[in-house]
């Protein structure tokens, strides 16, 4: 029986499409074809055989037919004699000439429409039905003569109302307007069905773009199409990749702890070396600034996988300024040092919730690779972005960045081409470090052309937290 199911189409996408719109297509057809003969039914009228309804009327009629011809024979004006008879007995009454089709009622003509359906009536051998669209009636059931005239005679009444006849009737292409909504329906649902999964896939997707790989489509994966293998293949990859970073970060936390221990013996080393052969010495010199090097790099490594790990981080509420503070008095010491103009504007100070440390850690990585890489000019400013968001934006004049390695900035281990020399490039750790501390405050971080210095531009936001 399973390969029964999988021949059922509608667990599959192709042919749930497939049978949508041919669902759509027969009932389109099927509507627009009963609205078409509606319409001509309708412009028309219907000639039937009576029912049995019909024929009890005509026979309690019958007395009344009895003495309708002699009495209409005898009025001044057929009109008005048909328009009271009908009055008084609450019927209807329609005269045919036989000599030219000329119909006269007691009614108004234009309420009963052409003659074209009673002539055809009167040219047939027994007595019918007439359906028009406000009246039946049945004839022709006797002859009448009048001044030499010979006349059929047709028995009518109302018919009764019915809202959607008359619906119908009064607005003919409401039923191809409705035809159109009921097809509106399935495939609005069909595109819904296609487009709502799909929507949820690209949400999720740029969740793990944005380092979210825990975002997983579990209400997709549950369908039985494409769309859903879809879904299951994502959430597998999801969970491979979160594996595999998970697999990266305690290696790199792994390999920097375990490089301490010999760093530290070497370090030691050097120290004796030192004693021995004078700190001048070159082979000291260079030993001593690569092992510093090495211990930068190694903090810089812990650093940063901690906060991957989101640990030791102690949120609390603070001032911005105050923050901001000790940072700006370190930054213009090391510019004034390079003989570099460093200006700042706090602006207002606003209440943020986080690890102050690492905000002023993150935010001075940003002001030391500013320094480092400006000509003479480095800028710092601060905006309150709709009492939502906190913004330091941080400027230089220096050579800036290609397009192409903008968004690359805060990957670990990154350097443009123009920094690759150990001796200004550095590891490619600062502004990695300085993102995932933003991102481990629900923060943004951006860098662009746009600095008015000419060179590259940092934009940093956080979220302002209400006053208490």
Partial sequence: MNWLLQLNPAKHLFGR??????????????????????????????ITELNENQQRWLQESQPLLTRLPMLLSQARDLTRALERFGKRNRQLFVLLR?????????????????????????????????????????????????????????????????????????????LLSI????????CFLLARSLVMPLTALGRHARQMGAGNLQAKDIKTALRSDEIGQL???????????????????????????????????????????????????????????????????????LALARLENQQSLRFEHFQSNDMLSQILQDAAFEADAAHK?????????????????????????????????????????????????????IEDDGPGVADAHLTKLFTPFYRTSEARDRDSGGAGLGLAIAARAIYAHGGEIKASHSSSLGGLRIDVSLSIERER
């Avoid at 234009?110 to 359906?131: H, K, P, Q, W, Y």
């Avoid at 943020?352 to 850690?361: F, M, R, T």
Wanted: glycine fraction near 4%.
């Fill in 17 to 46: 499409i497939f049978l949508w719109f041919w669902v759509t297509l027969i009932l389109v057809v099927t509507v627009t074809a009963f609205t078409t003969r509606e319409i001509a039914r309708n412009q028309q009228g219907t």
């Fill in 98 to 174: 036989q000599r030219d089709n000329q119909l006269i009622s007691g009614i108004p003509l234009r309420d009963i429409g052409e003659n074209t359906i009673f002539v055809r009536a009167n040219a047939s051998d027994e007595v019918v039905a007439l359906r028009l669209r406000h009246f039946e009636f049945i004839g022709p059931v006797t002859a009448v003569f009048y001044n030499g005239e010979e006349y059929s005679l047709f028995l009518g009444r109302m018919v009764p109302p019915n809202p959607l006849r008359e619906v119908r009737d009064q607005y003919p292409l409401a």
């Fill in 179 to 186: 035809a159109l909504l009921l097809s509106a329906l399935p």
């Fill in 231 to 301: 879904a299951r293949e994502f959430n597998v990859m999801a969970t491979h990749l979160e594996d595999m970073m998970e697999r990266q970060k305690r290696m790199i936390s792994d390999i920097s702890h375990e490089l301490r221990s010999p760093l530290t013996r070497m370090q030691f080393a050097v120290t004796l070396a030192e004693n021995e052969f004078g700190e001048a010495h070159p082979l000291c010199k260079r030993i001593s600034k690569e092992a510093n090097q090495l211990d930068t790099m190694l903090g810089q490594l």
């Fill in 341 to 393: 103009n460093f200006n700042h504007n706090e602006g207002e100070s606003v209440l943020l919730y986080g690890d102050p440390v690492l905000i002023a850690s993150a935010l001075e990585n940003i002001l030391r690779n500013a320094i480092k890489y400006a000509h003479e000019k480095v800028k710092l400013r601060t905006v309150k972005d709709n009492e939502v968001h906190w913004q330091v934006i």
